[in-house]
C-alpha cells in the first residue's frame, strides 16, 4: 500500500498529478531470422495502452530479429534472451525467463499476439502470476479495460480485468501493424539463467512450404470448403490465388476431409483473417468458419446453393457452379 | 499405469445460433439446448481410447458449473469414464467463473485424486479463451503438450504432434503431464444406449469449490455484452464477368 502511493507520489511529479504509469512488455514471436508479422500488431495495441513499451526477444541467435525490433518507433528498450534452452519456444523454458524479468521490471501489462506460439505460452504466465489472463483483445478501452469476442464471434465483450498485471494476447487482424523505422531502442542483454527443462524436448517441426504470402496477414484469400470435393481440385484455387497474390484458406469441412493441411483452417478454432478481399469458394458459411473471416472489408461467395448462409455476409455472390466459375474466374483476370 | 483426469465443460451447444441479452449483460442461457464442449469430447475419446490400450488405468471426468453440469458428467460416463466429480459453482459466482479458477480446482483434484495425466479440450466453445490446460500446467508446474492431434504413450513419456501456425511440431513430455485436445485428435463415439444406462450407476461426488479452498472471486467485471456489427446484405451477381466488373470498380483487384 505505502509502495503502490509512494509509486504513484513520484510518477506524480513527473507526470502530472493524474498521470498513471502504464509500462508494457511485448514477447516478440519469431524464428530466430524474422520478426513474425504479428508482433507488429501486438506492439500497436501495446502503444494503444499508453506508457513505456519493452520487447522481449528470446531465442537463439536472433541477432537480426533483435535489429530489427530496435528500429521501431515507440519502442523503449529491447530484452535480449539468448539461451539453447529456448530451442522451440517452449513455455516451459520461456515462462520462467519471463517471470525473472517480471519481478526486475515490474510490468503492468504483458502482451503477445494470439497465435498458437502465444496462446500456449501467455496463460502459463499469468498462472505463475496468478492473474486472469484475457485472451485474443479486439480493443482497448482503457488500461484496465479490454474489448474481445465469445461465442465464435456472435457476441462482443468488453470486460474490466482486476488484476494488477495485464497478461493479454492480442488479436493481430484487429490492430494495425507499426511500421519498423523511425525508433532507435538500446538493447540490452537479459542475465543469463538455467531455463533448461527436463520435463519436455522439443524434437521437430513440420511446416507446410508455401510461396503464397502468409494466410494471417494476406490481402486477399481464396479459401475453399467441402464443395472442393478432392485435395486436386484445390488447384483450381491455387491457380486463382497466384492471380491475385492471394494466401489460400480453407473450412474445416475441407480440413477434416483431408484436402489441406490444418494449418489451413480459417474459423473459430483456426486462424482469423481480415484480408481486404475474401473469396469463399464452395463454403456454405457455418457459424464456426464465419467467425474467421467475417471482418474481411469486402467478402465474395461462389457456391452453387443459393440457400447457403455465406450469401448472407457476402458483399458480391455468384450462385454457380464452382468447377466452371473458378477457372473463368482466374482466366479473365 | 495412469490415472487420467478430464476436464469437461457443459456449453450452449455449437450448432445454436446465440442471443445477446437485451440488458447487454450476457447471452440468453435459459431454455436453450446445451452440451458438451466439443473439444471437451475429444478429450474424454482419447482417454478412453488410452484406457482401452491399457495406458490409462482410471478415467476421472470433473465438471465445474450449475447443477445441469451433471448432464455433461454423465455423457463422459456414458463414453466411457469411471467416476465424475461435480464442482458446484452456480448462479453470480459461475457468471464470472473463469478458467484462472477453473484450472486452480483441477489442478487440486488432480492432486488429491493422484492423477498424473490431465487431459483438457483447447478451448471452450463459449468464452473462447483457450487458457486451462496452459495455466493447469503452470500451476502444477507439469508440461503441457497444447492443442494435441496426437498422443502416443511410451512408459512415462507422451510424444505429442501439436497443430501450430505453420503445420505441426512434435514435442516429447514426460508425465506427469496435461494436454489440450484439438479437433484432429480423434473422432468422438457415441453413447450407446447400454452405456447410458450403465453411466447412471457410476458415482458422481459432489463438492464446491470452498471444500478445496479454492477462491473463485471475480477477477474480471463484464461490462458489457453486445451484438456483433451486422453486415450489410450484398448483390448476388449473375455472372463471372459482372464479379470482375465489381471487384475491379472497389480497387480489390
Request: hydrophobic share 40%; net charge neutral.
Amino acid at each position: 500500500m505505502f509502495a503502490t502511493c509512494f509509486r504513484t507520489l513520484r510518477i506524480g511529479n513527473k507526470y502530472g498529478l493524474l498521470a498513471r504509469y502504464e509500462s508494457t512488455l511485448v514477447i516478440a514471436e519469431h524464428n530466430n531470422e524474422s520478426l513474425s508479422p504479428i508482433t507488429c500488431n501486438t506492439l500497436s495495441a501495446a502503444k494503444k495502452i499508453g506508457g513505456d513499451i519493452t520487447v522481449l526477444v528470446a531465442g537463439t541467435k536472433c541477432d537480426t530479429v533483435v535489429q530489427s525490433i530496435n528500429k521501431v518507433n515507440g519502442v523503449t528498450k529491447v530484452l535480449v534472451a539468448d539461451n539453447d534452452a529456448f530451442k522451440g519456444f517452449l513455455p516451459e523454458t520461456l515462462t520462467p525467463a519471463i517471470l525473472a524479468i517480471q519481478n526486475e521490471h515490474k510490468f503492468t501489462h504483458i502482451l503477445t499476439g494470439a497465435t498458437a506460439f502465444g496462446k500456449a505460452l501467455l496463460p502459463r504466465v499469468a498462472a505463475k502470476l496468478d492473474v486472469s489472463p484475457v485472451s485474443d483483445i479486439i480493443d482497448i478501452k482503457a488500461a484496465d479495460t479490454f474489448v474481445r469476442t465469445i461465442y465464435a464471434g456472435n457476441a462482443i465483450q468488453t470486460l474490466k480485468c482486476k488484476d494488477n498485471i495485464k497478461v493479454i494476447s492480442v488479436r493481430g487482424t484487429a490492430f494495425e501493424a507499426v511500421s519498423l523505422e523511425g525508433g532507435n531502442a538500446k538493447c540490452e542483454v537479459v542475465p543469463a539463467g538455467d531455463y533448461k527443462s527436463q520435463l519436455i524436448s522439443f524434437v521437430k517441426q513440420d511446416l507446410t512450404k508455401s510461396d503464397r504470402p502468409e494466410l494471417t496477414s494476406a490481402k486477399i484469400v481464396v479459401s475453399g470448403g467441402r464443395g472442393m470435393k478432392s485435395g486436386d481440385n484445390f488447384k483450381l484455387l491455387y491457380s486463382l490465388a497466384d492471380k491475385l497474390n492471394a494466401a489460400v484458406g480453407a473450412s474445416r469441412a475441407a480440413v477434416d476431409a483431408g484436402f489441406v493441411s490444418n494449418d489451413l483452417q480459417v474459423g473459430q478454432t483456426g486462424k482469423i483473417v481480415a484480408p481486404d478481399l475474401y473469396i469463399a469458394v464452395g463454403i456454405s458459411g457455418a457459424i464456426q468458419h464465419l467467425a474467421g473471416m467475417k471482418d474481411s472489408k469486402t467478402i465474395v461467395a461462389i457456391n452453387k446453393d443459393p440457400e447457403a448462409p455465406i450469401f448472407q455476409v457476402a458483399d458480391y455472390g455468384l450462385v454457380a457452379d464452382l468447377f466452371k466459375a473458378v477457372p473463368e474466374l482466374t482466366e479473365k483476370l | 499405469m495412469a490415472r487420467a483426469l478430464v476436464g469437461v465443460k457443459r456449453v450452449i451447444d455449437y450448432a445454436v445460433k446465440i442471443r445477446v441479452k437485451p440488458d447487454k449483460t450476457g447471452v440468453v442461457t435459459d431454455g436453450i439446448k446445451h452440451s458438451m464442449n466439443p473439444f471437451d469430447e475429444i478429450a474424454i475419446e482419447e482417454a478412453v481410447r488410452m484406457k482401452e490400450k491399457k495406458l490409462v488405468q482410471e478415467i476421472i471426468a470433473v465438471s465445474c458449473g450449475p447443477p445441469q453440469s451433471q448432464d455433461v458428467i454423465r455423457t463422459a460416463l456414458a463414453m466411457g469414464a469411471d467416476k465424475g466429480i461435480h464442482v458446484e459453482v452456480s448462479g453470480p459466482e459461475y457468471e464470472t467463473l473463469q478458467p484462472v479458477h477453473v484450472s486452480k480446482i483441477l489442478a487440486k483434484l488432480a492432486q488429491e485424486e493422484k492423477a498424473d495425466l490431465i487431459i483438457v479440450g483447447k478451448q471452450a466453445i463459449d468464452d473462447d479463451s483457450n487458457q486451462t490446460a496452459q495455466m493447469i500446467g503452470g500451476i502444477l508446474d507439469w508440461p503441457t503438450g497444447t492443442f494435441c492431434s496426437k498422443i502416443e504413450k511410451d512408459n512415462n513419456e507422451l510424444t505429442v504432434t501439436r497443430e501450430v501456425d505453420g503445420g505441426l511440431e512434435i514435442v516429447k513430455v514426460k508425465m506427469p503431464a496435461v494436454l489440450s485436445a484439438d479437433l484432429r485428435l480423434n473422432e468422438p463415439r457415441y453413447a450407446t444406449l447400454p452405456n447410458i444406462m450403465k453411466a447412471k450407476k457410476k458415482p458422481i461426488k459432489k463438492i464446491t469449490a470452498k471444500d478445496l479452498g479454492i477462491d473463485t472471486a471475480a477477477r474480471i467485471e463484464i461490462l458489457s455484452v453486445e451484438e456483433p456489427p451486422v453486415r450489410q446484405a450484398g448483390a448476388i451477381v449473375p455472372d463471372v464477368d459482372t464479379l470482375i466488373t465489381k471487384l475491379k470498380e472497389s480497387g480489390h483487384v
